[in-house]
């Protein structure tokens, strides 16, 4: 089932923050992001080149132990017009940074691989999901790329039961062995997530193959990435949801991180 292998996320790092950057070089950074309440397109740009910033410190560093400290030399330009080109260094500095670092080398990281090509596999998709908000900003249709929607799905997933640190609505996902299955209805991705009392998490493939599900969330990929994100409520025209609502309420009002 997981295809990341196959894709270059550092390479998608870099188109996604070109493209991320040039929406907003010249926008009006004050306006208000609706897929993000109280924030404005500055907010958001900082964010993300933060978060460039802060997980090339950790690639650098091949941290083995959770980080005591998240001070990182941000240098943030004074004026949010400056903010665009800020976002593209951030990025060539990243860059930088995987070319030099052995992807596969064991690192402390908060989700399920413990490997550094966890922190850019991460970084793609905080990238992503925060370039359609830009475009949702600024009332522009967004696009994304059939396999990195599909691949965000299953990181996504596969993480999202490590994620209580700082999404702690997750420790509601509890259930006796109900399950949900979510499928892309354009591509061969699958994936089935049992509730458990003491958790949830993926069920591996092949055990999964036979096992039904009392709930099924059925959409494109990348339709289905946005839904998981929080960014498409269950309710589009593109989204089938069936089965147990109360399961999918459950769901859906505990997963967004």
Known sequence: MNTADQLDHGAAVAAETARFADLVRGADMAAPVPTCPGWNLADLVRHAGSVHRWFSVLLRQRIQAPPTSRDVDLRLPERTEDYADWLAQGAAETAEVFASTDLNAPMWVWGADGHARFWVRRMLFETLVHRVDAERTLGLPSAVDRALARDGVDEFLVNLPFAGLFAPKVANLRGAGRSIRFECTDTDGSW????????????????????????????????????????????????????DDELLDLWFANSEF
């Open 192 to 243: 089935l997530v049992r509730l458990r009392p003491d958790g949830f998490g993926v069920v591996p493939d092949g055990a999964a193959d036979e096992e039904p599900a009392e709930a099924v969330v059925r959409a494109p990929a990348a339709d289905l990435l946005l839904l998981l994100y929080g960014r498409l409520d269950r309710s589009a025209a593109t989204v089938a949801a069936d089965g």
